[in-house]
């Protein structure tokens, strides 16, 4: 299995389209004469996902960066904000053979630079002389970690109204990993998409090219998207709650919340809650999850299933007469949840069954939300991949606040006629959804 959760304690998908990118030397984006007129905040770009909670554990997205572009594929993780890949520097601890690695051609970002000391916020980043390399170590509560030296580089991107740009971003070239967990990661790195300045996002943000805004969808299914700007965020359905302002401020986190079973209150209150997609599964705080487990326990009384000890794919499991093929099969058997915000009126995150179990491969019902207490995250409460299932969520960092709603996962939100004439049709075409979703450009070509 994948790691199951990742939150840093310190510090595209190709679309198929043959066009020619335009690279520009300085950190500033140019335009070139065949895309249309980038303005200021005007476009989004959106990328599948690739992945599933269970039994790989995470979300990936493939990523080109350099000129040419070389494709990486990237955990995506709203928990950190450092984007890194496996660096040929050479390499310790990587996973991918050589020529399968990123190459730095003399482009290391310095100490001096801005965005040097944006990496290691809140703390300082000493410089011995201001033309010093910048030097970073990112650890993850899984206890996986990252060494190594910022670098800049060429993103190339297709944006939603057809721009093609390919503006120099800076990340991380990791030349010594450690990895957590029994299996080692197919992907070359993570995507960082936490708040921070030194983001992916936010970095795009500062260009002019999006607005500071992120969000995903993650199919049940597997698969998915992930989308920069705000293009892309539904106009209707979403219910928003604000970031929080605490302890856990460089998280996206949001709260306090309260525990709703089956419709009524579960007497556990105040939970903080943080939203990261670099988490396989849901975490509570130790009270939450016994108050949850005891109400579970007492409801599935007189039912067909029965603790399955022997099945260790997560600490809880239970089996029936015969193996299930799905958590349909087992639906019937378990009541939604649900966290109700207590400083939004009526904004609640809907919990079903299939938001919160997994069918393992012994065809045994597991518990998708664990004891974070017993893995490290104290009293952190952080909401993960299997919670988020079929859902939009946006992280808004202009406004500071989270949405979130129910989706179709398997294709792009807002795809209909409003939304085609904001679009490129050339973009739109790209994706496969032209006469499924634009109806308007369909008949255009009849």
């Known amino acids: 299995m994948g790691r199951q959760w990742r939150l840093t304690f310190t510090a595209f998908l190709v679309l198929g389209l043959s066009a020619t990118f335009c690279f520009s030397e300085t950190n500033q984006p140019q335009t070139n004469k065949k895309s249309t007129r980038l303005h200021s905040f005007g476009s989004s770009a959106v990328f599948p996902l690739q992945g599933n909670v269970y039994p790989l554990g995470y979300y990936s997205v493939s990523i080109s960066i350099g000129n040419p572009g070389k494709r990486f594929d990237l955990d995506i993780d709203t928990g950190s904000d450092l984007t890194w890949v496996q660096c040929d520097a050479p390499c310790t601890g ?114 002019g090219l999006t607005r500071n805004i992120v969000g995903h969808c993650l199919s049940g299914q597997g698969g998915g998207y992930l989308f920069f700007g705000n293009d892309l965020v539904p106009s209707s359905g979403v219910m928003w709650s604000p970031m929080s302002h605490n302890s856990l401020e460089n998280y996206y986190s949001s709260g306090p919340a309260e ?81 109700s915000f207590t400083n939004a009126k009526n904004v609640q995150l809907q919990i079903s069954p299939e938001a919160y179990l997994i069918v393992s491969h012994h065809g045994n019902v597991c518990l998708g939300i664990l004891n974070g207490s017993e893995v490290g995250l104290g009293s952190m409460n952080v909401i993960g991949d299997i919670t988020l299932l079929d859902k939009v969520l946006i992280y808004d960092n202009e406004n500071q606040r989270i949405g979130w709603g129910p989706a179709n996962c398997n294709r792009l939100p807002n795809v209909d006629r409003e939304y085609c004439e904001g679009v490129s049709r050339h973009f739109v075409a790209s994706l496969g959804i032209l006469e499924e979703h634009c109806p308007a450009f369909a008949s255009d070509d009849q």
């Open 259 to 339: 525990l709703v079973f089956n419709g009524k209150p579960a007497g556990v209150k105040s939970l903080n809650l943080v939203f990261d997609s670099g988490s396989s599964y849901t975490y509570f705080n130790s009270k939450a999850y016994e108050a949850l487990v005891k109400l579970l326990r007492n409801d599935l009384k007189g039912k067909p299933l029965k603790d399955a000890p022997e099945d260790k794919s997560l600490p809880i499991c239970w089996k029936g007469s015969k193996p299930f093929k799905s958590v349909r099969d087992v639906q019937n058997y378990f009541k939604p949840l649900a966290l």
């Open 94 to 207: 990587c996973t991918k053979p050589r020529e399968h690695l990123y190459k730095p051609k003399n482009n290391l970002v310095q100490c001096e630079d801005p965005l040097c000391s944006a990496f290691h916020l809140p703390a300082s980043y000493p410089c011995n002389t201001p033309s010093d390399q910048c030097d970073y170590e990112v650890e993850y509560a899984d206890q996986g970690s990252s060494l190594g030296v910022l670098v800049r580089d060429y993103f190339p991107l297709k944006f939603t109204n057809g721009s093609q740009l390919g503006p120099r971003l800076a990340f991380g070239c990791g030349y010594d990993q450690k990895h957590s967990g029994l299996s080692t990661p197919s992907t070359t790195g993570v995507l960082g998409l936490g708040s921070g300045q030194a983001s992916i996002v936010s970095q795009l943000s500062r260009l």
